[in-house]
């Protein structure tokens, strides 16, 4: 697979793979099977891989960790800290807020690094912006941690750009994480650009709009009871219904090609630019290997523009998120 950069630090595949879905928010998985998947992933040339402390929470580190042991010289390995875990008495976890004091930045990559096996994170992001921590501070930690050796590199995921301008003063930033697809077009006013401006590798998350965009949810019924997908927005029956249209415009236009919605949703994206990395998730091996052979798919200017007329960033019923998770976003 072809290789992109993330800021000057970090060489990796083209396309990576998101492993949240493997133990968190859209009904988990058999470990035998997840570990399956992932070392699949390896043969099929994807060294990049992302976590965080909260998929589970902390049970999707353990699960990459022990998965990719064998190959820890081949891959890099992103985690994620930012949100206060809680205990609920239930011996079970529970996000509760937002923690990006520095002593709790080091407390978290300590026990990150202890989950997953390593002796040091190659990609450390901070997950969530803290309001009541100065960026300075959150990123200046996560510098010393670089200094200690306990780090590589440094990213932030749904910052806006001014706080990522602050961070890139204090210490180099590889990567932004943010969600974009089709679907999910935020970034292109002012992340992308700030990106672009100061060498900074940008990673799209839910590529793939959560799954809409490969065609198969049909209707909320597609998902099992407990699916984290069926609090958003753009899950709602009605929104649903609505986007049927361009789901179907989509399908067509992939079937032109003889690809998948998938494969081209996620053409797409990584036709964005050079220093973006998408990382869909998948937890079945067919669809690991359905994403992988987009990184092969090159779109003419042509199929980009028709693209571009059939499924324009407004068109899209439901927001990404609902209200409190809007307000953590672009900060």
Same mark, same amino acid.
């Given at each position: 697979m072809q290789q992109r950069r993330l800021g000057s630090e970090l060489t990796v595949s083209a396309l990576g793979l998101g492993c949240m879905g493997m133990s968190f928010a859209y009904g988990g998985q058999p470990e035998a099977e997840a570990i399956e998947t992932l070392r699949r992933a390896v043969d099929l040339g994807i060294t990049f891989f992302d976590t965080a402390e909260? $998929?589970?929470?902390?049970? /999707?580190?353990?699960?990459?960790?022990?998965?990719?042991a064998p190959f820890r010289d081949r891959v890099v390995i992103a985690t994620k800290f930012g949100f206060k875990i809680a205990e609920t008495g239930e011996g079970r976890e529970r996000i509760v807020g937002v923690d990006s004091r520095p002593e709790h930045v080091r407390a978290v990559c300590d026990a990150s690094l202890q989950r997953l096996g390593v002796e040091v994170i190659d990609l450390f $992001?901070?997950?969530?912006?803290?309001?009541?921590?100065?960026?300075?501070?959150?990123?200046? !930690?996560?510098?010393?941690?670089?200094?200690?050796?306990?780090?590589?590199?440094?990213g932030l995921s749904e910052a806006g750009a001014a706080t990522i301008r602050r961070a890139h003063a204090v210490h180099p930033i590889a990567a932004v994480q943010t969600e974009y697809s089709l679907w999910s077009r935020e970034p292109e006013a002012a992340v992308l650009p700030t990106c672009i401006e100061l060498g900074i590798g940008f990673v799209p998350y839910s590529p793939l709009g959560r799954g809409l965009l490969t065609g198969a949810i049909r209707d909320r019924a597609s998902l099992a009871p407990d699916d984290y997908r069926l609090t958003m927005p753009r899950f709602e029956a009605e929104n649903l219904a609505a986007n049927q249209r361009l789901l179907d415009t989509l399908a067509t236009l992939a079937r032109d090609k003889g690809v998948t919605p998938a494969q081209l949703a996620l053409a797409w994206v990584l036709s964005r630019g050079d220093f973006i990395v998408p990382i869909p998730g998948a937890r079945k091996i067919r669809h690991l290997e359905e994403n992988a052979a987009a990184a092969d798919l090159v779109l003419s200017?042509?199929?980009?523009?028709?693209?571009?007329?059939?499924?324009?960033?407004? !068109?899209? /019923?439901?927001?990404r998120y609902g209200e409190a998770g809007l307000a953590m976003v672009d900060l």
């Open positions: 909260m $998929y589970g929470p902390f049970e /999707n580190e353990k699960l990459v960790g022990k998965a990719l $992001y901070q997950h969530r912006v803290d309001p009541a921590v100065p960026i300075e501070d959150t990123v200046g !930690a996560m510098a010393d941690l670089v200094r200690a050796g306990k780090v590589r590199a440094l200017a042509a199929d980009l523009q028709t693209i571009a007329d059939a499924m324009p960033a407004d !068109a899209v /019923n439901g927001g």
